[in-house]
């Protein structure tokens, strides 16, 4: 007789219900209990709110209990309805991610993805050698990384590699296979932590600082230290997968005309796609050079691009999205508005945002108080720590809970806590820098399947596993918290 399977104690959706329930309690019992000493009526609201909302945000998902936290803030008295709409869909920061998705949706339809990829892939060099094609594989999403989504990143990326699987040989098993599955992974998550560019994380870490503190970090400041700090976490996981993986190389056949095929299988780009490209340029440069040259010797340049930078973040997609639908080929504008609205926009993702945005500036009002009430709770327990100690353990917080649960909690999350230490700290710890490192790590969990949907898909493929991914993502995480807090941290602190 086959043995009949044991189910479960509880399905998925009645834990769900259960924790609804749970997350409902705390919020109603912070509403009506009375406020410690030292807490308005209204700080006890927003941190039950928060509490609550955490709670669903872990243990059922982004969707819903983030306009429920919308919801709930409308409700506090000093807050209200408007407030809480201006301070969520009317941030620039909403803007700037609704233009941004937008816009990078339509460059992920050229070819250019595609053809850059397979430029590193099918290079002479990545030929030389199974450990040379790995190094540039995984460059190239590095690289088409630091400029896109990591979830369409990931979904672009996959489809070249399992078209490698097919020309190596490689089968499900092959610990070769297994370790470009991996690599892909960590290597999304770590370029969607280099650049403020189309992604959430750094973006939103960046926001808290500027909410509490009233602490900007541009674009510029920010790549100078991720970019450099990424490299070197990336030249580290090579030498994670060649010594400690160490996977079999025998029988990979680097040279086969195949590659040579994949390349001929991306047509050239049409007037269309380098029209799309010259203005995705545009606007990079829009972002990047304004925080990097407005103090230029040279006045009017110092002046022009000073007069860009006050425009804000969210006026250069928007700019690069009017190009893009005034422009044609072939009678066709080169966007799609509403295509790109549905199939470029991650809604789950920004409308967390809006409701972490709304959160965040509860939680810093001056007339709530609540982030004066919780940095004096947290100030015993820090005082004794020396700076160093307190960057590692900001660190290895941001880093366990990104690759436990969600990016996007741990960038909103973490930060709220740790700027208010590092203003009480009078200057030992650099509000800017732990922000700036916060924002990398939390970006680069990739252990476990919470952590992002592409994390999921990558466990469940066959050419991995879960049990991999989990071991592999926690030893990058140790390197990731050590690189980020001994090498990182001191270069954030030095450019901001």
């Known amino acids: 007789m086959e043995e009949t399977k044991k189910k479960p104690l509880m399905t998925k959706t009645e834990k769900e219900v259960i924790f609804t329930i749970i997350a409902f309690l705390i919020i109603a019992i912070f509403f009506l209990a009375p406020a410690p000493s030292g807490l308005s009526a209204d700080g006890m609201k927003v941190l039950g709110i928060f509490i609550g909302i955490l709670f669903l945000w872990i243990t059922v998902g982004i969707g819903w ?44 339809q050229t070819g250019y993805v595609k053809k850059i990829a397979l430029g590193f892939v099918t290079s002479k060099f990545a030929r030389k050698s199974p450990w040379t094609f790995a190094f540039c594989f995984f460059a190239a999403v590095i690289v088409i990384g630091c400029f896109m989504s990591p979830s369409v990143l990931y979904f672009v990326i996959l489809p070249i590699l399992e078209e490698i699987y097919n020309i190596l040989g490689l089968k499900k098993g ?24 189309a992604h959430v994380f750094p973006v939103l870490s960046m926001g808290v600082l500027k909410s509490i503190a009233g602490i900007s970090i541009n674009y510029g400041q920010y790549m100078l230290f991720a970019i450099p700090t990424g490299i070197i976490i990336f030249a580290i996981m090579m030498l994670v997968f060649r010594f400690i993986m160490r996977p079999s190389t025998k029988g990979l056949n680097l040279k086969s005309k195949e590659f040579d095929e994949m390349k001929k299988e991306v047509p050239k780009a049409n007037r269309g ?3 799309i490209l010259a203005v995705f340029i545009f606007v990079i440069a829009l972002w990047v050079l304004p925080s990097l040259l407005k103090s230029n010797s040279i006045e009017w340049i110092a002046n022009l691009f000073t007069w860009i930078n006050d425009f804000g973040t969210a006026i250069p997609p928007l700019l ?5 639908s005034i422009l044609k080929f072939e009678k066709k504008t080169l966007i799609n508005l509403n295509e790109s609205m549905v ?32 940095s004096s709770l947290i100030a015993p327990i820090t005082d004794g720590l020396s700076p ?41 710890l650099g509000a800017a820098a732990i922000t700036a ?29 879960s049990s991999k991914l989990l071991k592999y993502g926690f030893l ?9 807090s001994f090498i990182g941290y001191p270069l954030a602190n030095s450019i901001m």
């Open 65 to 108: 209990p983030s306009l429920l936290c919308l919801a709930a803030l409308a409700f506090v008295p000093s807050l209200g309805v408007k407030t809480t709409l201006q301070t969520s869909f009317g941030n620039e920061t909403f803007a700037f991610l609704l233009f941004t998705f937008m816009f990078t949706y339509a460059f992920s």
């Open 174 to 197: 092959d610990k070769y296979a297994s370790m470009l599955m991996i690599g892909l992974v960590f290597c999304t998550s770590l370029s969607s932590g280099m650049t403020p560019i």
């Open 273 to 275: 796609e380098k029209t």
């Open 320 to 324: 690069g999205i009017i190009l893009l």
């Open 343 to 374: 199939k470029g926009v991650s809604w789950p993702s920004i409308v967390m945002v809006s409701a972490t945005l709304a959160l965040g500036a509860a939680m810093t009002n001056e007339s709530i108080g609540l982030t004066t009430y919780l």
């Open 388 to 428: 160093m100690l307190l960057i590692l353990l900001f660190a290895l917080w941001a880093g366990l809970q990104s690759n436990v649960s969600s990016h996007m909690v741990t960038a909103q999350l973490v930060p709220t806590i740790a700027v208010p230490v590092a203003l009480a700290s009078g200057g030992a």
């Open 437 to 465: 490192v916060i924002g990398l790590i939390a970006s680069t969990g990739s252990a476990a399947p919470p952590a992002m949907p592409y994390v999921a898909v990558a466990g469940s493929s066959g050419w991995t596993d």
């Open 476 to 484: 990058m995480m140790v390197v990731i918290i050590l690189v980020a």
